[in-house]
């Protein structure tokens, strides 16, 4: 599942906004971004945590020459599932039923009032404007084709 179709799948339960739900996965995405940058982790309950790792400089090869190269210290990122994702994923635990989105009923004063502007607002008679009509493009005589031995 790519971001694209993250976003489709949460839709329905911002009253199928697509763009509301971009809002609210980015603005989750940004939290965890700029919390694990700052050195915190994050944790979220029967998920798991995202966590900021330094590694050490050690000693690698290179696959092609063999040759002994160094390799510099870094800072990775790093997720551990939680207990509760794991005995689902292994099929221990079984999930439970996904929640189902809230269905609103649009109200229907804000309903009415939209019919009542549509009465109110008169229609102009269009003025009849004057259509060129085009000459037909001439066509290019066709190609004789050349037979080759």
Same mark, same amino acid.
């Given at each position: ?8 799948? $949460? ?9 509301? %739900? *971009?809002? &609210?996965?980015?603005?989750?995405? !940004? ?9 915190? !982790? ?6 798991? =945590?995202?966590? +900021?790792? !330094?590694? =050490? %400089? ?14 510099? *210290?870094?800072? =990775?990122?790093?997720? $551990?599932?939680?207990?509760? $994702?794991?005995?689902?994923? %292994?099929? !221990?635990?079984? $999930? ?9 009923? &649009? ?13 109110? *607002? ?11 009509? =085009?000459?037909? *493009?001439?066509?290019?005589?066709? +190609?004789? &084709?050349?037979?080759?031995?």
């Amino acid at each position: 599942m790519n971001k694209a179709q993250f976003i489709a799948a $949460l839709a329905p339960h911002f009253n199928g906004s697509k763009k509301d %739900a *971009a809002h &609210a996965v980015d603005v989750v995405f !940004d939290t965890i971004v700029r919390n694990m940058s700052a050195g915190n !982790d994050v944790m979220i309950n029967d998920f798991g =945590k995202f966590k +900021k790792v !330094d590694r =050490k %400089a050690r000693m690698g090869r290179n696959p092609f020459t063999g040759e002994t190269i160094k390799i510099k *210290a870094s800072k =990775k990122a790093r997720f $551990l599932p939680a207990k509760a $994702l794991k005995e689902i994923i %292994a099929g !221990d635990r079984k $999930l439970g039923p996904a929640p189902k989105p809230e269905v609103k009923a &649009a109200p229907k004063a804000a309903a009415k009032k939209a019919v009542a502007k549509k009465k109110v *607002a008169k229609k102009k008679p269009a003025a009849k404007k004057k259509v060129a009509k =085009k000459a037909p *493009a001439k066509r290019k005589p066709a +190609k004789k &084709a050349v037979k080759r031995r």
